[in-house]
């Protein structure tokens, strides 16, 4: 299949769908976008998509069009993404919160590395907007996102590699952005570290290294009040300092500052960090 870096013009190019009907929560990552509301929009018949065949829990589905993010007038493609949406649902149950499709052939998609286009949002107390074009999708209300990972060449897709690691983060932060697309705050604050997901992958790159893991424990840092005298609020002044050097305003700052004391005086505060200690030798 030939590389593609502008409007796909014709041809039956495969996209790899991926069905999911369970909520999986990521790392956010600095190189992904979403769509924010979704407005209804007008089904052209200017795209053509066919499902082929169904490989366990992968359905391949043919698409001829255009299936760059955004069209030449700068307005964002969803109705590719509706097209396709459509022809699974018209093959498979409708069961699915999310839909999650790689394709075979590169397209432009900006800055991003992946994408996530928001079908509907119900949910209340975020600063969301509510609206629901599942309709225009093939779904009767259930579906609530479409996430576009692009080409799968920009992915290593053995699950034994570390660098499999990203297509873990990247579909969790993707997934993520159904109800907290606006968590900058965090994005921002993953620079301080040279490796902030490392132990996910440490035991492995221990042992490619020649090493023997003896052992992994967990030490659990928990603060489930909000007191000022305690790690989670001390270290947040810190964040906050580290932030407002990252992309920040001092306004956001102020905001989350502002947000969590609330989260204080509702008793709903809760903080819980995860440290690990690897134990190896070498021969």
Not at 159 to 182: C, D, K, N, Y
Request: glycine share 8%; charged share 20%; proline share 4%.
């Amino acid at each position: 299949m030939p590389r593609r870096q502008h409007t796909i013009a014709s041809g039956h190019m495969p996209l790899l769908v991926w069905a999911l009907a369970m909520v999986v929560l990521g790392v956010p990552l600095g190189w992904a976008d979403n769509s924010g509301e979704i407005r209804p929009f007008p089904l052209t018949g200017a795209y053509r998509a066919t499902h082929r065949e169904d490989r366990g829990h992968i359905a391949i589905i043919d698409f001829v069009g255009n299936y760059n993010k955004d069209l030449d007038t700068g307005e964002s493609n969803v109705e590719a993404r509706a097209v396709v949406a459509r022809e699974f649902l018209r093959t498979h149950p409708d069961t699915y919160d999310f839909l999650v499709v790689f394709s075979t052939f590169e397209f432009t998609t900006g800055d991003a590395l992946a994408f996530h286009w928001g079908v509907q949002n119900k949910v209340q107390g975020l600063g969301l907007a509510q609206y629901d074009v599942s309709h225009l999708f093939g779904s009767d209300g259930r579906l609530l996102g479409y996430i576009d990972m692009a080409a799968l060449t920009r992915y290593v897709t053995d699950p034994i590699q570390p660098a499999f690691e990203t297509v873990l983060t990247t579909l969790g932060h993707e997934m993520l952005h159904q109800w907290s697309g606006r968590a900058r705050f965090m994005d921002a604050w993953t620079n301080r570290f040279a490796h902030p997901h490392l132990p996910r992958t440490l035991r492995h790159r221990l042992r490619n290294a020649g090493f023997r893991v003896l052992r992994c424990d967990v030490l659990v840092l928990l603060n489930d009040t909000y007191d000022p005298d305690t790690y989670s609020l001390t270290n947040g002044d810190i964040m906050a300092e580290f932030v407002q050097h990252h992309g920040l305003s001092a306004a956001d700052v102020a905001d989350w500052k502002r947000s969590l004391e609330k989260l204080g005086t509702q008793d709903l505060y809760f903080f819980s960090l995860n440290r690990y200690l690897f134990q190896a030798t070498k021969p």
